[in-house]
């Protein structure tokens, strides 16, 4: 026999199986010395124990117990680990898309009767999960002006404040280090929708605020679409919630857990493919944008164009301020005049041949999309002219 030989060969090659039994074993298991350049792919729902005591002594807290699949496999905590590191976390957890990402901090936190704030241009499905919350379980949903921190009166119910930077589809530029004071003056858990910075543009748990240099602020969670650029694909969906307080992240885990909330190794191992050239492909989508920016900046159509770099956009100083990369991502909407009706701005989007029709970013193809502002917001938006918007991404 060979070195080679592994263990469940020679375990089970004294018996005598029939054909369906005996390729049911597997005859390898992998070696300790063999490293590969990318993540082992493990697909599991039921995951082997050693023994009696490796299934007694398991602990559901404990990433290093596999014990199932919903619980995960190294192919699902190394990417878990990739995008602490990227949020400069210390714990994260995954789910299979944003929105459950999002929906998981909100049916973990909060209870009948816990006011949750959220700001007008929030991503708006986050909005209509926790329309469903107050329905269901008398949440109480509170909106806030993004460009105006005084919009928020925190009261003893205030539980959860929700943050977008730079906010969906309008991409106003919130004051963050102001929000998170706030919040914190009040007990209240910041969670943050990270999808925009994606942990490139700015570090959500070490965020600069212009009163103090030396300080930095941390928001309590920050959930991410992995879905966008640390998949780069167009073609998974992920999501992420990542955290800085052990409690935190165990009362987090433990909705997780008790929901089944689980990801494919597959889409893990792929996404952790991508990340090695995350960073590279956001600074592009950037420059690329700056360089649309100029060119819808030069045409009559548009009453503005929509991008945290422009000085004159809501909340540009914040940007500078928080931003110290310069970057910000490739997104850029614009607001037609309004003159231009709904059909012209079918034509619009019919007409172009490289930007398509679609929902999400962060992938290889430009989309765009149009949406009616008035119908969306709640909020007044003195800031926003009127008429028909196209996000470009
Ligand atoms: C896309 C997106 C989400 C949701 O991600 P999915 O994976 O598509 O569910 C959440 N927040 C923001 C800001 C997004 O752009």
């Not at 885990?253 to 990340?275: E, F, K, P, T, Y």
Request: aromatic residues 8%.
């Amino acid at each position: 026999m060979s070195k080679h030989t592994n263990t469940s060969e020679s375990n089970t090659s004294h018996l005598q199986l029939n054909l369906q039994t005996a390729l049911s074993q597997p005859t390898r298991q992998a070696p300790q010395y063999i490293h590969t350049v990318q993540t082992p792919i493990y697909r599991a729902s039921t995951i082997i124990f050693k023994d009696t005591d490796a299934l007694n002594n398991r602990h559901w807290s404990d990433d290093y117990d596999y014990s199932y699949g919903t619980h995960g496999t190294p192919t699902t905590y190394n990417l878990a680990d990739q995008i602490a590191h990227i949020e400069g976390a210390k714990y994260c957890l995954l789910a299979p898309s944003g929105l459950s990402a999002i929906n998981l901090v909100n049916s973990a936190l909060l209870n009948t009767g816990d006011e949750v704030w959220i700001p007008d241009n929030i991503y708006s499905p986050n909005h209509d999960h926790l329309v469903a919350l107050q329905q269901k379980y008398g949440v109480v949903l509170k909106f806030y002006s993004p460009t105006d921190v005084d919009s928020i009166q925190f009261s003893a119910q205030s539980k959860l404040l929700w943050i977008e930077v730079a906010g969906s589809i309008t991409l106003e530029f919130p004051d963050l280090a102001t929000l998170i004071k706030k919040a914190k003056a009040h007990g209240v858990m910041t969670a943050l929708d990270n999808t925009w910075g994606a942990g490139l543009a700015f570090q959500p748990f070490a965020i600069n605020h212009s009163q103090n240099k030396d300080e930095k602020l941390a928001v309590d969670i920050s959930v991410h679409a992995l879905t966008k650029y640390p998949s780069g694909g167009g073609d998974i969906l992920m999501g992420s919630i990542c955290t800085l307080d052990k409690q935190l992240h165990l009362e987090l885990l433990r909705m997780h857990a008790l929901q089944g909330i689980a990801v494919s190794g597959d889409d893990c191992a792929q996404v952790s493919r991508s990340l090695s050239h995350m960073a590279l492909r956001y600074q592009q989508h950037h420059q690329n944008t700056l360089q649309l920016i100029r060119f819808l900046q030069s045409r009559a159509e548009f009453a503005q164009v929509l991008h945290p770099s422009i000085e004159s956009h809501a909340g540009h100083q914040h940007w500078k301020e928080i931003c110290t990369t310069g970057l910000g991502a490739g997104i850029v909407s614009v607001i037609f005049k309004a003159e231009y009706q709904l059909e012209q701005i079918q034509q619009f989007c019919n007409a172009l041949q490289l930007f398509h029709l679609g929902f999400s970013w962060g992938g290889p193809t430009s989309l765009v999309m149009y949406y009616d502002l008035k119908a969306i917001r709640k909020l007044p938006t003195p800031h926003l002219q009127d008429g028909w918007l196209v996000t470009c991404r």
